[in-house]
């Protein structure tokens, strides 16, 4: 008759609860926005790096050409390098050539998994020291050290790209982990329910041949006599 009051309890109607919810809003619009800010750095970075990478391949190449118009041994070890920069640099567009023309279950897929085991901070340590070898022998060619800066600066790139594929496993475990929450909280309030729907259910009486209707009549009734 009376109406309950707990004091440990707040209504919806609560203006302290609006304002809660109000702040939960704005932390989550705010961590979205900064998730999106830093999804756009990366992705603009990768492209800078794309291009960059072809800059380096090429002043490495003329480096090279020059070394080797002077009669410099050099000259071809500069070239390897730049092909070697090249070639790393643009195994993206053979992989999406690739998925493009090839099946997903095709065995070339393990080979191509291999060769593109060269990746991300991989690039960096190999990188690092191939750029410092223009500045050790420049072989008096001031285009010496600009290929070497270059180089140097693309193994840096790569090395911050690197934390662009460590976000998105970390993202990608959270997802799972998210998922499992989600499953394990519906399976429990299955369960919960059929509990209460097994509570709910008055027991047939032993030894009778009353049916559960009849067991469900008996309770009402016995309901409606105690109030």
């Known amino acids: 008759m009376f109406p309950s009051f707990h004091p440990g309890t707040r209504s919806e109607n609560d203006p302290a609860n609006g304002r809660v919810s109000g702040l939960e809003n704005v932390d989550a619009s705010g961590q979205k926005n900064s998730e999106q800010y830093v999804a756009r750095f990366f992705d603009g970075l990768l492209v800078f790096t794309r291009c960059w990478s072809i800059l380096s391949a090429i002043v490495l190449a003329g480096v090279g050409v020059d070394l080797v118009f ?29 998925r493009i023309c090839i099946r997903s279950d095709s065995r070339i897929w393990k080979f191509w998994s291999a060769v593109t085991w060269f990746c991300g901070w991989k690039k960096t340590i190999a990188y690092s020291p191939l750029g410092a070898i223009p500045l050790l022998w420049p072989h008096d060619l001031w285009l010496s050290y600009v290929a070497g800066g270059l180089l140097i600066t693309l193994a840096a790139l790569h090395l911050v790209l690197s934390f662009k594929d460590r976000r998105k496993g970390q993202r990608k475990k959270k997802d799972r982990l998210l998922s499992v929450d989600i499953d394990s909280f519906e399976s429990s309030k299955f369960e919960d329910v059929t509990e209460c729907l097994d509570d709910g259910f008055p027991e047939p009486i032993p030894g009778s041949s009353h049916s559960i209707s009849d067991s469900l009549a008996h309770h009402r009734q016995e309901t409606v006599i105690e109030i």
């Open 70 to 98: 002077h009669r410099h041994r050099a000259g071809y070890y500069f070239i390897g390098i730049s092909t070697f920069v090249l070639v790393t640099e643009v195994l993206w567009v053979v992989t999406l050539f690739l």
